[in-house]
């Protein structure tokens, strides 16, 4: 079982490197379809493929020949991220609403969900690959420096892994060895408290043995740095409600110097800027050798997408017009032809509204035009909201094959610091002042590609909502969402009831929730039964359940 790990990971680089060597004798051969653990830990290159391995081996193995993914593979591939916006006010599942994402919480969800099973997998899989690395390290002869960064790699990689797990299973087994076939079968779990403590301890001790991300080279770009590390510890630390420490811990990534916000909202996510210094940590894609299908699965249909990233309404109506007021179907300035016409310029830059321009067509949602591969229906391959994903999705993309993007994905942007810091500061009762609005919301609103008007509101209840509503449109479809909501606690109001796409005055073929019309003359989409006191958590998988019950 231990050397099939590097095997099944790295094959492909190893028949490249073996077919270097065909001219050897054919005498004294080792076996041609692995290494053995004694003869692989003897080179540098070997460790570094094996480190290779524990980032992107959940990707590699979960992508049909193509290059897609074909379901949520773990917590830093695009279906596994991107889609739990599915689960949330922010975007809806194009398959209905018996799709595994969608019925994390529209009151449906039960332990025998597929998707529950990918992340445990998966998460799992890379727990072990990070346990054999660590384990068998010491056995390559490398320079002291370069061994102690990729621990520090590997354990950050890890660490990360029991966050999340945390975060949406709760308690978990907590491994930290390779395990035999019995001991995996017969683990038992430890509580959430004590699967944050160590990812919290491990996040802390690496941090200070990684390089800050300016001290990167370009060829390493991807690897974990110390502002990574930094990040995933406030993330924590704002989910435990520990402010003061998480505000010490952003304000530790601010005084780096090392980052900062990108004038440039949209080049963030569409392959254009991916060595911005406003991208803490990405997962890493190269056309043509290491490719996604994000487009493929979210372009309009018209350009050949399947369009499976459906915004809602919901979403859309919570960007502000560009003065700063909230957004109102009242306000004269609002435009139900142009919904982003007077808002905050992020709408445009992640959204795609009916009748907007994309690429080389005019993106054509209208319920009533049977001609258009996009027009909004509950049957066609087109969007199920009437908007369509513009983030991530390149304009410029040229390569033909839209399962063939080398478009990066942003796991953590410096933006989410800034807001992280001003969030813990605020729910530490510390207090805000002009002086820290300006630091930190404002520096995310202010970038001269969206400028949006500063805010000045301090009284703290005024301020949390604003907070919110600016973490939720600046990072809008990200995969940060659900998140928020659960440790917010305000997941089971926001995700019970009735969700509606765009709005079509005087469309014929509007769908209704029964037989009322929207008074806005919007699209009617789903409903959601989030279960309070039930769907918080999900339950571990039936599957593992029934090999363990210690995991009932």
């Given amino acids: 079982m231990k050397t099939s790990f590097i095997y099944k990971f790295l094959l492909p680089l190893l028949i490249l490197s073996g077919s270097l060597g065909s001219c050897r004798k054919e005498l004294d051969k080792t076996p041609l379809d692995q290494f053995s653990n004694e003869s692989f830990w003897t080179s540098e290159a070997n460790v570094m493929l094996a480190l290779t391995g524990v980032y992107r081996g959940n990707i590699q193995m979960s992508v049909n020949p193509t290059g897609a993914e074909f379901s949520a593979t773990d917590w830093w591939s695009y279906h596994g991220l991107l889609y739990t916006e599915f689960a949330t006010d922010n975007a809806y599942d194009r398959r209905g609403d018996n799709s595994g994402l969608n019925t994390l919480t529209n009151g ?35 320079a002291p420096a370069l061994t102690s960064r990729m621990i520090a790699e590997v354990r950050f990689i890890r660490a990360c892994q029991y966050f999340y797990l ?44 990684l390089p800050r991300s300016g001290q990167l080279a370009g060829a390493e770009r991807g690897r974990a740095t110390a502002q990574a590390s930094l990040a995933f510890l406030g993330r924590l630390c704002l989910a435990e409600e520990k402010w003061a420490l998480a505000a010490s811990t952003y304000k530790q990534i601010i005084d780096f110097n090392d980052n900062l916000i990108d004038p440039n909202f949209e080049s963030l996510f569409n ?24 487009m493929q699965h979210n372009y309009p249909a018209k350009l050949g997408g399947f369009m499976l990233h459906c915004p809602l309404g919901s979403l859309v109506e919570s960007y502000e017009f560009n003065d700063g007021t909230p957004f109102s179907f009242a306000d004269p300035r609002y435009n139900a032809a142009n919904p982003g016409e007077n808002r905050d310029p992020r709408l445009k ?14 993106y054509n949602s209208n319920p009533d035009d049977a001609s258009s591969p996009d027009q909004l229906t509950t049957s066609k391959q087109g969007t199920r909201t009437g908007f369509a994903l513009k983030k991530f999705n390149s304009e410029a993309f040229s390569g033909g094959d839209l399962q063939n993007s080398g478009i990066d994905l942003p796991i953590i942007r410096y933006a989410e610091v800034l807001l992280g810091y001003l969030e813990a500061k605020l ?5 805000s002042d002009q002086a820290l609005l300006d630091a930190t919301i404002n520096k995310v ?28 449109n600046e990072l809008a479809l990200e995969g940060i969402r659900y998140w928020d909501l659960l440790r917010w606690k305000t997941i089971g109001q926001v995700l019970n009831g009735d969700f509606y796409g765009a709005a079509f005055p005087g469309a014929k073929n509007l769908r209704k929730k ?10 009617y989409v789903t409903s959601k039964a989030f279960r309070i006191g039930t769907d918080e958590l999900w339950p571990v998988p039936q599957s593992e359940v029934s090999i363990n019950p210690n995991l009932k």
């Fill in 108 to 142: 449906t969800l039960t332990a025998t969900n597929g998707y529950l099973g990918n992340y445990w997998t998966a998460s799992y899989a890379r727990i072990a690959r990070c346990n054999y690395f660590l384990e068998n390290i010491s056995k390559a002869a490398l």
């Fill in 166 to 209: 945390s975060q949406f299973f709760g308690a978990v087994p907590l491994v930290k060895t390779t395990l035999t076939l019995s001991e995996a079968n017969t683990v038992k779990k430890a509580t959430k408290l004590e699967v944050q403590d160590f990812a919290e301890a491990e996040f802390k001790e690496v941090a200070p043995l």
């Fill in 271 to 294: 392959g254009t800027n991916e060595t911005s210094k406003e991208i803490i940590f990405a997962t890493q894609y190269q056309q043509d050798l290491a490719p996604n299908a994000m």
């Fill in 349 to 362: 830059y992640t959204v795609i509204c009916n009748g907007q321009p994309f690429k080389n067509i005019i």
């Fill in 427 to 431: 729910e530490n009762g510390e207090g």
């Fill in 445 to 472: 609103r202010g970038r001269s590609g969206v400028n949006m008007p500063r805010v000045t509101e301090l009284n703290p209840v005024a301020l949390r909502t604003i907070l919110r509503r600016e973490r939720r």
């Fill in 514 to 523: 029964g037989t009322v019309t929207d008074p806005y003359s919007r699209w």
